[in-house]
């Protein structure tokens, strides 16, 4: 079975802070796909990034940042001089491949201010 | 791009009642999934169909039915509608050929199914 835990329910920063929204994963698979989508008060689902587990390479685009560790089973996602716009619900995911269900985390609710 | 279409986008219904709600998948995407999330909740995974055959089960309850047509547009039936089912139901494709895109699965806008 796989399971996904983010143990940070909600985040308040102020604008311009540095967060990181953790993810702590399970699973037997040895090959898996790790994402985080980004659900603004809207509703919709937001893509945000893919990691296949065999690629443990950090990635960063624009302010944010994921950073792999599969010796802890770990995919953080650090938002860098967070912005208003950054508030939403933050789920990070994962799936054993091809035409494979998506397990979802709880979902860490950021909240950013003025 | 083409994106994935759920209609309708918003639904009312009554106890007891039944819904329908349909989701067009990418063209070219031969593998539908729905998930279902409550208020506050993280989206459940529901049922997936692969070419029209159904690969995959979660936690759908039995008075929920789902099927893929020959275009592989998909419908969720639910029916004796309780108000529990009140939540936002998500459709998402994905194309199952290899290649880098085939694990992403992307997601329509979402239906929210209210139920009183």
């Known amino acids: 079975a796989q399971k996904v835990t983010q143990a940070q329910t909600e985040i308040s920063v102020v604008e311009k802070e540095d967060v990181t929204l953790d993810c702590v994963y399970e699973t037997r698979d040895t090959t898996y796909y790790l994402f985080w989508y980004k659900q603004p008060p809207s509703g919709e689902l937001v893509f945000l990034i893919r990691r296949n587990s065999f690629d443990e390479q950090n990635e960063i685009s624009g302010r944010y940042s994921w950073n792999f560790q599969k010796s802890t089973s770990s995919f953080n996602f650090t938002i860098t001089a967070s912005q208003v716009v950054d508030s939403a619900v933050y789920f990070c995911?994962?799936?054993?491949?091809?035409?494979?269900?998506?397990?979802f985390g709880t979902g860490t609710r950021l909240q950013v201010t003025l | 791009a083409a994106g994935v279409i759920q209609s309708p986008r918003h639904l009312i219904k009554e106890k007891r009642e039944t819904a329908t709600l349909k989701c067009y998948p990418i063209?070219?995407?031969?593998?539908v999934y729905w998930y279902q999330q409550g208020p506050g909740q993280d989206p459940q995974f529901l049922i997936s169909f692969y070419e029209k055959m159904q690969s995959d089960k979660g936690s759908i309850p039995d008075r929920f039915s789902a099927q893929q047509f020959s275009d592989y547009h998909s419908e969720l039936n639910m029916s004796s509608l309780e108000l529990g089912d009140s939540a936002l139901y998500f459709c998402?494709?994905?194309?199952?050929?290899?290649?880098?895109?085939?694990?992403?699965?992307?997601f329509g806008p979402g239906t929210r199914l209210t139920v009183t």
């Open positions: 995911a994962l799936n054993g491949g091809t035409a494979s269900k998506l397990t």
């Open positions: 063209p070219r995407h031969d593998t």
């Open positions: 998402a494709s994905s194309p199952t050929i290899p290649g880098l895109e085939f694990s992403r699965q992307y």
